[in-house]
């Protein structure tokens, strides 16, 4: 047993009366708020309908909708916007993505990871590996260093940088590269 002023304490009691002064013997440190960046909400399985005077114009699916303070959102998972004609009776074009960030004060979509579109009536397919789709002035386009492939029914096209309309029923390859047809494109895999 030790001796401490007087009283006898065995030496367990010792070290609980000093183990309190030795905890504050340190300072005590603030710490700064984290500021949290990450989603508000998420929505699983979302289907969008956007539609004008009654008439469906596009269909937006996707298994995970994450919304951010800024009204940002990112569909982390996948994404699939399909595009109605006019009347909004048929389809006229699908665009699909493995990720999307609509930024929501340019309404400017931004698809990445095999992007794939199609226009139906031309059985036409564009694919790339990041798309920006522009909603306000209803047009699709890459940048110029983008490898696109757009393949017809009969031929093959191959270059760099697209610009079209959202059906696809216009556009425009900016460096193209090389025209094949079909066959020629499956024989030398392109």
């Known amino acids: 047993m030790g001796f401490l002023g007087g009283w006898c304490l065995p030496a367990a009691g010792l070290m609980l009366v000093m ?4 905890g504050c013997s340190e300072k005590n440190v603030e710490i700064a708020p984290v500021a949290y960046k990450g989603p508000l909400a998420e ?3 979302v289907e969008t309908l956007v539609s004008d005077s009654a008439r469906l114009q596009l269909r937006l699916t996707a298994p995970l909708e994450q919304q951010f303070e800024n009204g940002d959102v990112v569909y982390p ?3 699939k916007a399909i595009f109605y004609d006019k009347p909004g009776k048929a389809v ?3 665009l699909e993505a493995n990720y ?9 979509y931004t698809m990445r990871g095999k992007v794939r579109m ?3 009536p031309e059985q036409q397919t564009v694919t790339s590996e990041e798309v920006f789709y522009d909603k306000l002035k209803h047009r699709i386009y890459t940048d110029t260093a983008m490898f696109v492939r757009v393949q017809s029914p009969t031929q093959v096209l191959l270059g760099y940088g697209l610009v079209a309309n959202e059906d696809l029923s216009w556009y425009k390859v900016k460096r193209p590269t ?3 047809t079909l066959e020629e494109a499956k024989a030398q895999g392109k």
């Open 43 to 45: 929505t699983t399985n």
């Open 19 to 22: 183990l309190p002064l030795v």
């Open 100 to 108: 999307a960030k609509v930024e929501k004060s340019t309404q400017l």
């Open 118 to 120: 199609v226009s139906v």
């Open 77 to 79: 998972k996948s994404v």
């Open 92 to 94: 006229a074009s699908t």
């Open 178 to 180: 090389g025209t094949f």
